[in-house]
Every structure is written in structure tokens, then in C-alpha cells.
């Protein structure tokens, strides 16, 4: 048993991993033949994409995945554990499968992301949910097949998780969700350390791929005919600085424009990671996509020194516009935390000053949630929970109003459309605009997912685009 332990998990030592080949031990392959699994993710696109390799990695045992979770042999969580709410999700999802196990005792429950790098997560699960079969943390996700093999021979709970990464796993097998967009790792973990975050613990330290593991990668993307790359990491801005001199963000995004892929994306930024030269690339580059997501998390100076965000609201304007005109039609998202510790009505309204003056195209808002042995959760004068959601209705209410006046501005444009599928609304496509708008369209032609077509906006909404295809 190898338990998670924070105070471990804090520590920076800045040495260079190994880089190893993933290889299934050889009497593991298809042993479970025609066994199924589901994996229900919580959280963002890393947690996605790390679903995408799990998915492989049991696919190698001869298990197959199902989507329905009532009737699956092994349901796995990938976990979040971003706001308390992630935490209670999950926690949910566990009091169901415990009901589904009564019924079925063979089922196997396993517990990966986050949540499993939480020491009182951990600790909780065996104190209290011990029909869990496993808990594999993030940092040896690879060894995923011999866990849930362990565990389903022994039958007891078995708990393998790193307060630390001892080594990084190159060309794990993945099973993408689609076949014309494709998540890239580039940067795994965050040195960061904001005061009200528990990413800097659970995927710890920051370490950047090797760029030629990265551009393989996007070779063998490109070959395969996927249209668009979406590089990702907890902040994207920091990678090459744990490897390189002279290799940053900047570089791999040229290097990656050069290669014959018509969509980049790029997430997430932080601020002070930005420079001039990587803002140059993007307005070099046609195929980076014009669209940023720039966390600023709050309009007041005091709050982002109580967040240890390293920027003032004057630099960040400053980038904020930099990066606005260094494209055409540029798009530019945020997250913003409401009623972090000491926030007054004067430091919210300089949030909502704040939006006023970046009028953003979307932002993820959220209600600031203590997560336990984050340096914030020691701050005294913490803001009533009433404070915070009536901050955040008003919060989203100015938000909402931009969303809608900025998408108004489209209506008679025409856009230029990744499509991903039919839309929920009947007889209807949707895709996302170059510039990440999500159109919703109608079209008289046979149309494809993963097809790149002309959109004439006909209606504007506050989170989306109705249109019709176009010439
Ligand atoms: N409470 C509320 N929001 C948080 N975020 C990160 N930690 C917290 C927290 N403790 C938000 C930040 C970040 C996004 C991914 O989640 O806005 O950018
Ligand atoms: Fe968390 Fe800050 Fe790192 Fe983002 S940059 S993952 S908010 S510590």
C-alpha cells in the first residue's frame, strides 16, 4: 500500500524524470477478455484526455468500455478535486455504485485522479467506502492494469498512489474520443502554488515533455488526419522552462504551426508566464487558433497578492490587450473566484470594473471553496456563503451581458466551422468558430464530423451562435 501524503507532495526538488516506454506486463495482455468497464471523469480536459489513456491501457487487457455504468463489470471515477463540489460529485457517484455492488458483489470500483492524491480523501475511502477495489493516484496512472489486476485477484482494497512522479511514461495506448481532435499532454503538474488551489498537490511538481516526444506525437496526429491539436497543462505558459535554456511555449507552438495541422489550441495561461515572443508566434501563425484563456481570477490587487497571483490588475490589462490585437477577431476567456478570504464589496466591484473593461467572450465564475492545507484556508476573515453567492449572481449577470453583446456582433458574419456532431437541437450540426464560438447550423449538404465548412450566423444567444452553412 502506498498512501498519498501532502506535506511530501508540496516539495519541489527540480530533478529531471526519466523517460520510459510504456510496456503492459506481456501475461496481462487480454487477460480479462470481454470484461467491461466505464469511466465516469470529473474536471477539465487533462482529466479528459488521462481518460483517453486509461481507456487504452484497459483495452490492452482485452476489456471492453460500455456506457452504461448499471451493468459495467468495473467502473472506474477519474476524479476532480478543483471546489468541494468536484469532491461531493464523486462522492455521490460512490453512494450509487455501493447499491449497484449489494446487488452485485463482483463489481470492481476503482478511484484514479485527484481525489485519490487527497491524504484525507484516501483516508476517508477506508474509513468509509471500503467496497472500493483500488485507488491509483496521478502519478502512476500507467500502472493502472497491474493495480486492477492485483486487486481483483486479492479482492481487497488496494491503494497505490505517489506523493510524487518518479518517472515519466512516453507512448501509453490511447483511445481518442474522436477522430479530428486530439488533446496533447505538453506539461504535466504546476509550481504555481496560488494560495486557494490544490493543483500544485494533487499533480504535483511541474514536468514538461520532451519536445520531440510532443512533436512525434503531433506527427502521428497529423498522418492520421485529425484537423486539430489541443495542447495541454495545468499552465502551458511555463513549459520547456524545467528542460531547456532556450525553449519555451513560444518555440513549440512554431514548431507545431509548421506542421500541417489547420487547428492549435492552447490551455491553460497563466499571465505571468506570457511573453512578447509567444504573443509574436500567435500573431505569426494563422493556424494557432484566436482564441486565449487568461485566468485573471480577480480585479483587485489585494485579493491576487492574497492568491499569490504574481500580477497587478495594470499588467494584466496590458496583456489582455496585447493579446487582443495580436489577432483579428481574437477571443479572450477568464476564470474569476468570488469571495476568496478578506474580499470586500470595494475589491468585488473592482472585478466587476474589471470585466467592464475586458468585456470577455466567456468566463468560468466560481464561488471560492476551501480546500484543506491550501495556504488560503488559514487567511481569517472569510466571506459568509450568502456574500459569495449574491456576488456571483451579480458577477454572472455582467458577464451574461458581454457574452450576449459580443456574440450580437457576429450576427451576418460568416465563420468558419470545426463540426463535432449533431446538436441536440433537431435537425442541427454544431461546431466551434475558429475563434471558439459555438455555432449550432442547418445545412441542406451530407456533412461530416471533423468537417471544416462556412457558417452564415443568422441569430445570436448569450453562450452560443445559430447559423446556416454557407459558400
Ligand atoms: N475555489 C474556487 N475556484 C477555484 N479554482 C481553483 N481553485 C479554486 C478554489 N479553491 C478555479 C480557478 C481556476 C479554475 C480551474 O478553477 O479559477 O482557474
Ligand atoms: Fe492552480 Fe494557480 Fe497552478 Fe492554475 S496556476 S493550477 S490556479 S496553482
Known amino acids: 500500500m502506498n498512501k498519498p501524503e501532502m506535506k511530501e507532495e508540496k516539495k519541489r526538488n527540480k530533478d529531471i524524470l526519466d523517460v520510459v516506454d510504456y510496456k503492459l506486463d506481456p501475461s496481462l495482455v487480454n487477460k480479462y477478455n470481454g470484461m467491461t468497464f466505464f469511466i465516469k471523469t470529473y474536471g477539465c480536459q487533462m482529466n479528459e484526455h488521462d481518460t483517453e489513456i486509461l481507456s487504452g491501457l484497459l483495452s490492452q487487457m482485452g476489456l471492453i468500455e460500455v456506457r452504461d455504468y448499471e451493468n459495467s463489470d468495473i467502473v472506474i471515477l477519474n476524479t476532480c478535486s478543483i471546489r468541494e463540489n468536484a469532491n461531493n460529485k464523486a462522492y455521490g457517484m460512490l453512494g450509487r455504485l455501493k447499491h449497484i455492488k449489494e446487488e452485485n458483489p463482483n463489481l470492481i470500483i476503482g478511484i484514479c485522479g485527484c481525489m485519490a492524491q487527497e491524504e484525507n480523501v484516501v483516508n476517508e475511502i477506508i474509513r468509509r467506502h471500503k467496497y472500493v477495489n483500488f485507488i491509483i493516484g496521478t502519478h502512476n496512472m500507467h500502472d493502472l492494469c497491474n493495480i486492477l489486476d492485483k486487486s481483483i485477484t486479492s479482492k481487497n482494497l488496494e491503494i497505490e498512489v505517489l506523493s510524487k512522479a518518479d518517472k515519466q511514461v512516453e507512448n501509453m495506448p490511447v483511445i481518442r474520443s474522436n477522430n479530428f481532435s486530439a488533446y496533447v499532454n505538453i506539461i504535466y503538474g504546476c509550481d504555481k502554488f496560488c494560495t486557494y488551489c490544490i493543483v500544485p498537490y494533487t499533480r504535483g511538481e511541474q514536468y514538461s515533455r520532451k519536445k520531440e516526444d510532443i512533436l512525434k506525437e503531433v506527427d502521428e496526429l497529423v498522418k492520421d488526419g485529425y484537423k486539430e491539436i489541443i495542447l495541454l497543462g495545468q499552465n502551458v505558459n511555463a513549459y520547456g522552462k524545467d528542460l531547456y535554456k532556450d525553449y519555451n511555449l513560444g518555440n513549440l507552438l512554431e514548431d507545431v504551426a509548421k506542421k500541417n495541422i489547420q487547428r492549435i489550441r492552447f490551455l491553460t495561461s497563466h499571465p505571468w508566464d506570457f511573453t512578447d515572443n509567444m504573443i509574436d508566434i500567435i500573431s505569426k501563425y494563422k493556424n494557432i487558433m484566436p482564441n486565449i484563456h487568461l485566468p485573471v481570477q480577480s480585479g483587485s490587487n489585494k485579493i491576487l497578492k492574497l492568491m499569490g497571483r504574481r500580477y497587478n490588475i495594470e499588467e494584466y490589462k496590458k496583456l489582455f490587450d496585447k493579446l487582443k490585437n495580436a489577432r483579428e477577431n481574437m477571443t479572450i476567456s477568464t476564470d ?36 484543506s492545507g491550501t495556504p488560503a484556508c488559514k487567511l481569517n476573515d472569510s466571506v459568509p456563503m450568502n456574500i459569495r453567492e449574491e456576488r456571483l449572481q451579480r458577477l454572472n449577470e455582467k458577464v451574461n451581458k458581454y457574452f450576449k453583446e459580443n456574440n450580437d456582433k ?28 459555438l455555432i449550432n447550423f442547418t445545412s441542406k449538404n451530407i456533412i461530416n464530423d471533423g468537417d471544416i465548412i462556412n457558417v452564415k450566423i443568422t441569430h445570436s444567444k448569450t453562450w452560443s451562435l445559430d447559423g446556416e452553412e454557407c459558400e
Do not use: H
Open 336 to 371: 474569476i473566484i468570488v469571495g476568496f478570504p478578506q474580499e470586500s464589496e470595494e475589491d468585488f466591484k473592482n472585478t466587476l470594473d474589471l470585466v467592464d473593461y475586458c468585456k470577455y467572450d466567456n468566463a468560468f465564475t466560481f464561488i471560492y471553496s476551501e480546500r
Open 410 to 437: 457576429l450576427v451576418g458574419s460568416t465563420q468558419k466551422v470545426l463540426v463535432y456532431g449533431k446538436s441536440t437541437k433537431e435537425n442541427m450540426y454544431y461546431g466551434y468558430s475558429e475563434n471558439y464560438k
